[in-house]
């Protein structure tokens, strides 16, 4: 159990005055779109909710938004409970709602999932299917080897739900999806990348991930694996997620170590896959989220923007940065600073487009407070200002 939060956190101590002295001098010199809270420009977004921790809330982690047909926006989230904050503590799926395109939410928990797996529900994402279904996906884990992803449907907005479908039917063992990580392709196929980590003859949790694309073409009441995925020997891979590219590419995203994000194409819709090689978003053991922007075709990629070319941050969640990709991600424009704390710890975002605005959720704790899983942020910005940058 500690082995994984560990894995997940990655923390330890350094001295945080020196860290953001030193953060300051080497971004003043820099290109890097993480200077503009020190150059004077305006932020980009605003946090316009912050889940806490509170008496008997020890954590408020990742989750996911969809819009409902009355204009209402619903952001779902692992609420924990009890006194232990770790990935294996208790948690259910909480919902919030906004009535005014994201600028403001409910102030009261509504339960949409109870704890229904022995140890926790978590990792939610949404998704308003083709047909005008809410699919519901998240993780239920029982074990350190057994979790894995499960769906259910809703065909009355969001007000009750269908009992859970087992999305790993194939296999068994400790499967990771994260959240806000499931697709659904132009010809109606459902799409979700895992991470394998454990099986039930394993003794103990692998570090590095088994990683598979899980696919529905009955609008996920039934799912197929894809060929594993093949990854260099020597580099970490983890947490994978998936998005569409044009002429039918579908590019698999991978948490890696080595510095920088990998990446995985498939041809065939996700039947087989290429050997993951390193991407050119640099970053460090840390998850990245990329998706379309309906209005203008581009790719949106939320990521940490840190080389560990800076001492003080090497290694860190930090910060948390969004940037555009006109050409199918080959390259990368407009990027900016969503968060530069140096004491942040930032991660696991959700991307929701509304209108012209975008939500992001995203973890938020601070690493000197050792909340580093346990804070949820949801901020907003307009996509004008993000192109105008």
């Not at 560990?308 to 941050?313: F, Y």
């Amino acid at each position: 159990m500690w082995y994984f939060l560990w894995n997940r956190v990655n923390c330890s101590y350094f001295p945080w005055k020196a860290a953001g002295a030193l953060l300051a001098v080497v971004l003043l010199g820099t290109s890097c779109a993480v200077n503009r809270k020190i150059s004077g420009s305006p932020p980009l977004s605003q946090v316009v909710l912050k889940l806490e921790p509170g008496q008997d809330n020890p954590r408020n982690s990742e989750g996911s938004f969809v819009t409902l047909k009355d204009g209402r926006i619903l952001f779902v989230y692992s609420r924990y409970t009890g006194k232990n904050a770790g990935d294996h503590a208790p948690a259910y799926l909480a919902g919030r709602y906004s009535s005014d395109g994201g600028k403001t939410w409910s102030g009261r928990d509504e339960v949409i999932v109870t704890q229904e797996g022995n140890m926790n529900v978590m990792s939610v994402s949404l998704l308003r299917l083709r047909n005008g279904t809410i699919a519901l996906f998240y993780l239920r884990k029982n074990s350190a080897v057994d979790c894995i992803p499960v769906v259910r449907f809703s065909t009355d907005e969001a007000k009750t739900w269908t009992t859970p479908v087992d999305c790993i039917t194939d296999q068994k063992g400790y499967f990771v999806l994260n959240n806000d990580r499931v697709i659904q392709l132009k010809d109606g196929r459902l799409m979700m990348a895992v991470a394998r980590h454990s099986r039930p003859s394993d003794a103990k949790w692998r570090e590095t991930g088994a990683l598979f694309a899980y696919y529905s073409d009955d609008n996920g009441k039934t799912w197929v694996p894809g060929k594993q995925v093949n990854t260099p020997a020597g580099i970490i891979t983890q947490e994978p997620g998936l998005v569409a590219l044009k002429r039918g590419r579908i590019m698999m995203y991978i948490r890696a170590s080595g510095g920088t994000q990998y990446v995985s194409y498939s041809n065939d819709r996700g039947a087989t896959w290429s050997t993951a090689t390193s991407y050119n978003l640099k970053s460090p053991l840390s998850p990245a989220t990329i998706e379309r922007i309906p209005s203008s075709g581009d790719l949106l990629a939320i990521w940490n923007n840190n080389d560990g070319s800076i001492p003080a941050i090497k290694g860190r969640r930090t910060p948390l940065t969004v940037a555009i990709s006109r050409n199918e991600g080959r390259s990368w424009e407009k990027i900016t600073g969503i968060e530069t704390d140096t004491d942040g710890w930032y991660c696991y975002t959700a991307i929701h487009f509304y209108k012209k605005s975008v939500l992001l959720s995203y973890c938020a704790g601070s690493q000197k407070a050792g909340t580093h899983l346990s804070v949820t942020d949801i901020s907003r910005f307009d996509l004008k200002d993000l192109y105008k940058r």
